[in-house]
């Protein structure tokens, strides 16, 4: 007989951010940022952590935040410039780096790394920040579209690792995002565009109103025109934020990922692309390869296919780049299921506005599936030749 002993252990801990979206955050009567800092008696210390390529394109940035802060009596460290993009992700020196200042200047638990850049920055410096002292006050400022929409809203921090997308990371939420829009107007129109994916992404698998929406914008979209952005922006940041508060598994202990539909094949083409793909630029193809397939195995209407298509090309994403033929069907999805650490759950669409989940997928109608883009695209680009 084995005597064995259980203590049973539960409690729960409720997680509270807040979202802002806002314009000009560094001008120094605004005091949004500042009343974030909600132990400012402590004198806490602030490092702020920036995306290379937001201060080569916007050089009076770093003034400006350090005139912000002393105009609000608070000192500040001085910024720490990180690459970005993949590069960040990739490359394990930056988060030694972070961490080297935490320990150098002596940040603690209640202190804040302030962090502006993209997507990639802020996954990569979430991470740092989450790993030091088991967790450093994380104000996020993403810079892009995508960052402001979904990345940069969400719980989960993460580098690269081997090569591997997302390898190393945690699940640990931000003490609070500010999402400026004025950062993003010197993004490139690549990155302005990249990010709508992600958007079209959660209109996909929840919200036909959105989806539409965003069908009638389409053209005011492809051109960035401010006020259909901006709606696009809160708009898809709230559907990640909604699905995470109310899903049942913020912190993704079970297989399900509803809000990977298209992130099978995009991740790996992001990877077999040596990330000269954008992340929002492959899920679009992601997009476009599974709604195919929904429409293969009879779920969504031609209608709906035609309309999902559509709304693609004409915000100007390229659904079929060459790396296209490197992707191996079988490869990716054996990854992504180990990515899940569980059984293979893929979101495909019923409708337009409604996701649901496979653990199985027709391999052969998959290839099929990835063949037909080129004949979708012809067959619509012969059409709007037509009406034209
Ligand atoms: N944590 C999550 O939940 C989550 C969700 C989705 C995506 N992601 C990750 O986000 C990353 C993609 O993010 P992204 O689409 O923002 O791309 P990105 O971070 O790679 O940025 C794209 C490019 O724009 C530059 N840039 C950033 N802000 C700029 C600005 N304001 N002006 C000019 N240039 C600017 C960057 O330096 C980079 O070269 C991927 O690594 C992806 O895995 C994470
Ligand atoms: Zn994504």
Request: aromatic share 8%; proline share 4%; net charge negative.
């Amino acid at each position: 007989m084995h005597n064995t002993t259980i203590i049973k252990q539960n409690f729960q801990v409720s997680y509270n951010y807040p979202i802002y979206f806002s314009t000009s955050c560094f001008a120094p009567e605004n005091n949004l940022i500042i009343d974030l800092i909600d132990n400012l008696d402590e004198n806490p210390k602030i490092l702020p952590v920036i995306d290379s390529a937001v201060l080569d394109t916007n050089p009076k940035l770093n003034q400006q935040l350090l005139h912000y802060f002393k105009y609000h009596q608070l000192d500040i460290l001085e910024t720490e410039i990180v690459p970005g993009g993949e590069a960040v992700k990739n490359d394990p020196s930056i988060i030694n780096r972070i961490h080297s200042r935490v320990e150098t200047d002596a940040i603690d638990r209640h202190s804040y790394i302030l962090v502006i850049g993209g997507g990639a920055v802020v996954d990569a410096i979430g991470y740092a920040a989450a790993t030091a002292h088991r967790g450093i006050r994380l104000i996020r400022m993403p810079s892009t579209v995508l960052g402001q929409n979904d990345a940069g809203v969400g719980v989960k921090n993460a580098v690269n690792f081997n090569g591997r997308k997302n390898f190393l990371g945690t699940f640990v939420p931000p003490h609070a995002v500010v999402n400026d829009f004025s950062l993003l107007n010197t993004l490139q129109e690549r990155d302005k565009r990249s990010g709508i994916s992600e958007a079209i992404k959660v209109a996909l698998i929840k919200d036909t109103l959105f989806f539409n929406q965003l069908y009638q914008e389409r053209y005011r979209l492809a051109g960035f025109e401010e006020k259909a952005m901006q709606q696009m922006i809160i708009k898809g940041a709230q559907w990640h934020l909604n699905h995470i508060a109310t899903n049942g598994d913020p912190f993704e202990y079970g297989s399900a990922r509803p809000l990977d539909f298209g992130h099978w094949s995009a991740h790996k083409l992001e990877e077999l692309s040596n990330n000269e793909l954008r992340h929002g630029e492959a899920v679009a193809i992601g997009i476009a390869l599974d709604s195919i397939y929904s429409n293969k195995m009879n779920l969504i209407s031609e209608n709906d296919l035609i309309k999902i298509l559509t709304l693609l090309i004409d915000l100007g994403f390229e659904l079929n780049p060459a790396v296209l033929t490197k992707l191996n069907i079988k490869t990716a999805l054996c990854e992504f299921k180990e990515h899940l650490g569980g059984n293979l759950c893929i979101t495909l669409l019923n409708k337009i506005g409604e996701g649901f989940e496979v653990n199985e997928i027709d391999e052969a109608v998959m290839q099929l599936s990835l063949l037909a883009i080129p004949e979708y695209l012809n067959k619509l680009s012969n059409l709007k030749n037509k009406s034209a």
